[in-house]
Structures are given as structure tokens and as C-alpha cells.
């Protein structure tokens, strides 16, 4: 379970049974983190440093793959913001963007389909230095 699917259910028993089935059916962000992620001393290195195409292409594949896991994070959070609406606890319309709210989780979602898209964007730059650099 992810932190970010944490943040929604923390606040009781209740929510967490309302959204198991989602839990099950929604499984990537679940998943142990893809082959292409790099540790961030690697990233930061590799930011600084790369100028192979090699180079280049190990930091696009980690871009596209945190692209996956943010991807995957907002159809958690899409999942969740529906069962939240369908089921509002009680008080959550007095505490606008609870975590246990469906505004707080479509909220949420859509930070991370622009984080996304920021990393496909980061993705797209390097494979385009990697052409470069292969010149």
C-alpha cells in the first residue's frame, strides 16, 4: 500500500473496508518499484554527469517508469474518490479536503497526472540528448 493511499484511509477502520475492494483491483502502485527507478543519489548524479546516450536513455526509462507509478497513483485515488462519494463519513462535508474526503483524493489525482506528464515531458528531453549525444 502505497503513503499517498495512507493519507486517505488512515482516518478509520471504516474507510479502509470501503475501499479493500480497490485495493485488490487496482494492484500497480502496489507493485515493488519497476527496474528502471534509480535511487535519487543516483539520479542526481546522473543529472549532473550524463553525456552518453546511455546515460541519457538510464534516465529516461526512470522518468517514464516514475511516470507509471504517478499514473498508477491517480487511478488509485480516481477508485477512491468515487467510493468516498458514493459513501461520505460522517463530518467530511464539514472538513472540506479531509483525507477521507472524495475532494481530497480527486484533488490528489489530479497532482499526480501533472506529475505525470512532468515526467513523461523529463522523459522525452533525455531521449532526445540521448540522440544528440550519439552524434
Known sequence: MTQSMMRCIRMGAFGAL????????VGPAQAAEPKEMLKRKEVKALVVSAKTPA???KLARHFNAMAEKH??????HDA?????ARNP?????KIPMAPNSAEHCKYYAEHCRKAAKEMRAMAAAHEAMAKEAGK
Do not use: K, N, Q, W
Open 71 to 76: 499514473e498508477a497513483e491517480a487511478l488509485e
Open 55 to 57: 546515460d541519457h536513455m
Open 80 to 84: 477512491l474518490a468515487v467510493e468516498y
Open 89 to 93: 463519513r460522517l463530518g467530511s462535508s
Open 18 to 25: 470501503l475501499t479493500l475492494p480497490i485495493l485488490v483491483t
